[in-house]
């Protein structure tokens, strides 16, 4: 049973980080290419940034790119998002999500390509 479990989400001044953390399970975490999502209210889930299976190729929304870092460590089974200069408008549930095949990622990458997904983790930011 697959399993997918956000943290590190919370209330942040304007300017301010985050690192989000999932923790994986029931599945092989290796095979799999990972993505963070964020669902702001009132607007559908969007993609923020995924990582492939080895790590070497990584992908962001425009909107996020140069603040956002995604990275992965196999050994534990963990995909984390560093959220840098965060904004106002960074404020949204953050899903965590593993592709729907192995071995497998094909930009532009949406909600429909990923089949697995976590409870998510709100980031509230203040202005």
């Known amino acids: 049973q697959v399993q997918l479990l956000e943290s590190g989400g919370g209330l942040v001044q304007a300017g301010g980080s985050l690192r989000l953390s999932c923790a994986a399970s029931?599945?092989?975490?290796?095979?799999?290419?990972m993505g963070w999502f964020r669902q702001a209210p009132g607007k559908e889930r969007e993609f923020v940034a995924a990582?492939?299976?080895?790590?070497?190729?990584?992908y962001y929304a425009d909107s996020v790119t140069g603040r956002y870092t995604i990275s992965r460590d196999d050994t534990k089974k963990t995909v984390s998002l560093q959220i840098d200069s965060l904004k106002p408008e960074d404020t949204a549930v953050y899903y965590c999500?593993?592709?729907?095949?192995?071995?497998?990622?094909?930009?532009?990458?949406?909600?429909?390509?990923?089949?697995?997904w976590g409870q998510g983790t709100q980031v509230t930011v203040s202005s």
């Open positions: 029931g599945f092989t975490f290796v095979d799999y290419t």
């Open positions: 999500a593993a592709h729907r095949r192995a071995f497998s990622i094909s930009p532009p990458l949406g909600v429909r390509d990923f089949g697995s």
């Open positions: 990582i492939n299976w080895r790590g070497y190729s990584k």
